[in-house]
């Protein structure tokens, strides 16, 4: 374990880029190298919003408010950092893949502290800042759920029953168990750290290369199977499923859910946001006003934003949800016949 201070942080104003056709639906912010390729965003507190950029190394924090931009160098060289989370204190926790440690960074006193993982090659890859402050990560091919308590800076492994299950995608529920997706095992999974036993349930049909995992208020847990193109809610009281079918598209990247319950997906190859409300039951589309840039991330904030990534070229951007209207469950179809035909 090491305890560094945080470098000098490069700070820069991002210009923003508007939709032509709307300028106050979706705007979009290109980052100062091309190639950075950020990964993982979360919305923090104070408006801020954090990410990572992979390629370049580095941890970022942006202002919304005056578009200012601050990178911090992560300690380890060449890390891979690929998922982020908030605590509920303001620290911000992210995996470091090839690095194989745990990294946090400290707001207040910028400073970085990165923990190494006890178990070799474990691969963290998404990480969950549980409510309770303790930090769990997945290991992407090792079969290990991970917790860190950063009061005793202990960790604490879990295997994972199904082996190269491929576990990817954390989320919390009210009762404060962790669910998450098996990929290759085809399996949603839950794990309650108050008994410290797991939980699987094989996901419908042929192999569907699950992935993405919300909780809602409700604590209905919301996953999509890739296969059959469909989005699943799942109810852990009964254990039975609702599908619904998404809109043509070319691949799923992540899955968020927002305050409100509304659903919201992204979609890198056809280069637009999908939106799901729960209440009516209907799929949305919002095309990016910049063609080709692949979104890759995203997060749906508290204050009705929805932040993203995009990879080529390097960007951040949001959709403002609160300017993007409603569906309005009350639309019905009449069709009026002719005059003379019906008798």
């Keep these: 374990m090491k305890r560094l201070a945080a470098l000098a942080a490069v700070v820069v104003a991002l210009a923003a880029r508007a939709a032509m056709a709307d300028d106050t639906l979706v705007t979009e912010y290109p980052l100062p190298a091309p190639s950075a390729f950020p990964t993982a965003i979360q919305a923090g507190a104070g408006g ?11 941890l970022a924090r ?5 578009g200012a931009l601050d990178e911090f160098h992560i300690p380890s060289a060449k890390s891979e950092p ?26 207040a006193s910028g400073a970085f502290e990165e923990f190494l993982l006890p178990t070799p090659k474990t691969r963290p890859a998404s990480i969950l800042a549980a409510r ?3 930090v769990w990560m997945l290991g992407w091919s090792s079969d290990l759920l991970v917790r860190f308590d950063p009061a005793t800076k202990s960790f604490k492994e879990y295997r994972i029953p199904t082996a190269r299950g491929n576990a990817y995608d954390l989320a919390e529920d009210g009762q404060g168990r962790l669910w998450f997706i098996q990929r290759a095992a085809n399996t949603l999974t839950m794990f309650d750290p108050a008994a410290g036993k797991f939980r699987e349930w094989p996901v419908a049909g042929q192999p569907q290369s699950p992935l993405g995992i919300a909780v809602d208020g409700k604590g209905s847990v919301w996953y999509l199977k890739m296969i059959d193109n469909q989005l699943t809610r799942f109810d ?16 799923t990247q992540e899955i968020a859910i927002g305050p409100d319950g509304v659903l919201w997906f992204v979609q890198g190859t056809d280069n637009r946001l999908l939106r ?3 209440a009516v039951r209907m799929f949305e589309v919002f095309d990016l006003p910049t063609g080709g840039v692949r979104p890759n991330s995203l997060c749906a904030g508290a204050d ?4 993203f990534t995009t990879s080529t070229p390097a960007g951040i951007g949001f959709l403002d949800a609160r300017k993007a209207g409603k569906v309005n469950q ?9 005059k003379g035909l019906l008798r």
């Design 48 to 58: 801020a919003v954090w990410f990572l950029e992979f390629q370049a190394n580095l």
């Design 62 to 66: 942006f202002n919304p408010r005056d």
């Design 82 to 107: 690929m998922d982020l989370a908030i605590d509920p204190r303001g620290v911000v926790w992210f995996t470091e893949q090839d690095a194989n440690a745990l990294g946090r960074y400290d707001p």
């Design 132 to 134: 309770d402050g303790r």
């Design 236 to 251: 852990p009281k009964t254990g039975k499923s609702d599908y619904w079918d998404l809109p043509k598209n070319k691949g």
């Design 276 to 278: 799901f409300d729960p």
């Design 304 to 307: 009705g934003r929805v932040w």
């Design 330 to 338: 009350s639309l019905r179809t009449r069709v009026n016949a002719p």
